[in-house]
């Protein structure tokens, strides 16, 4: 109801602006209590979810209220994309609300404060319950992307309930050539030696693309189960542009939102497909309602994320996604999520 009235002043602010600002908001509110362990409690990947519900990577880029997304009712809480060193990212103006569309397009560019700042604030968070994951990124100018992974892992896992790495951004250039075969099973032996060398052992997911053809998704399902990763986060934003009623229609950049619904889902089941169900997968992409996230765990998703239903749909939407999914499950004749995924 608050959103509802404070959305119209929200939408006459740039992007950015109002995003800064609801960071604020969080750090200044008090820090609601983390989810409790309910109807909805999943294990994936050795960690155990108080529910599937997520909030994807984007949002918290410097991981400063990781917490706070906790309180909203969300199971886990991704912070990044991180990189080694601070950056700026893209020149501005690189975020655009896609109104009539329910979608967002950006181009941000990695900018976050760098390794260390973020690395101290989830050193000090002052609740270290909840599952917080950690996003890794390369510098633009790195002159070896895969030591800045490997630097980032090693780094991070000691403060990560599991890292994420991100080689699916369409905004850093030639980062999405690190899905190639043999780059990506390069970079992934790196990583997972840097984590050894760093005394902890977080689950590593992997964010792919929605762009993918068929021999990469097959390339990238094998690779995954032989590295034993954690998860596969299927899927990042597209730069692919169906039809769109928006005057930023043809702005560059990584599309999200309700447009892009159907292709991530479809890549969802693809990589279910691939996978044997061998490894979990989390479905990201166009979720807006409970019945899209339930759509997701049936096609094989064991956790979903979101993000961009936020800008439309306000703070209070994990809640109700999860009070959704608990009447949807029960609907359906399921007593779990592990038992509702993939059984489409």
Excluded: C
């Excluded at 906790?70 to 990189?83: C, D, H, P, V, Y």
């Excluded at 690189?94 to 990695?110: C, H, P, Q, S």
């Excluded at 270290?128 to 895969?146: E, L, P, T, Y």
């Excluded at 619904?261 to 497909?273: G, I, N, P, S």
């Amino acid at each position: 109801m608050i959103f509802s009235a404070a959305r119209p002043f929200l939408f006459l602010l740039k992007p950015e602006l109002a995003h800064r600002m609801t960071i604020r908001a969080l750090q200044t509110a008090p820090t609601g209590k983390p989810q409790p362990s309910g109807k909805l409690a999943t294990d994936v990947a050795g960690l155990q979810f108080p529910n599937p519900v997520g909030l994807a990577a984007g949002f918290d880029k410097d991981a400063e209220v990781p917490d706070a997304v906790l309180g909203l009712g969300f199971g886990f809480a991704e912070a990044g994309s991180i990189t080694p060193l601070p950056q700026a990212g893209n020149p501005k103006p690189r975020l655009f609300r896609l109104t009539e569309d329910g979608a967002v397009i950006n181009r941000m560019g990695f900018n976050n404060g760098g390794a260390l700042a973020a690395r101290d604030r989830l050193a000090a968070r002052k609740r270290k319950a909840g599952i917080v994951g950690v996003n890794i990124g390369a510098n633009k100018n790195s002159s070896d992307r895969v030591v800045d992974y490997a630097v980032m892992a090693e780094m991070m896992a000691p403060f990560a309930s599991y890292l994420a790495v991100n080689i699916s951004s369409p905004n850093t250039p030639g980062l999405r050539a690190l899905q190639d075969e043999n780059q990506l099973a390069d970079l992934l032996d790196e990583v997972i030696a840097a984590r050894k060398r760093s005394g902890s052992m977080p689950p590593i997911f992997l964010k792919v693309a929605p762009d993918l053809e068929a021999a990469d998704i097959d390339a990238i399902a094998r690779i995954a189960i032989d590295r034993k990763l954690g998860a596969l986060i299927v899927s990042n934003t597209t730069v692919s542009r169906p039809a769109l009623a928006s005057k930023h229609a043809a702005e560059t950049g990584g599309l999200s939102g309700k447009p892009l619904r159907d292709l991530a889902t479809q890549r969802l089941r693809d990589f279910q497909k691939a996978t044997g169900g061998e490894i979990p997968l989390v479905g990201v992409g166009g979720i807006f309602t409970a019945e899209d996230a339930w759509e997701r765990i049936r096609a094989g998703a064991s956790l979903v994320q979101l993000y961009s239903a936020l800008v439309y749909k306000g703070p209070g939407l994990a809640r109700k996604i999860t009070s959704g999914l608990e009447l949807l499950m029960e609907r359906d004749g399921f007593s779990s999520i592990e038992e509702a995924v993939g059984s489409e």
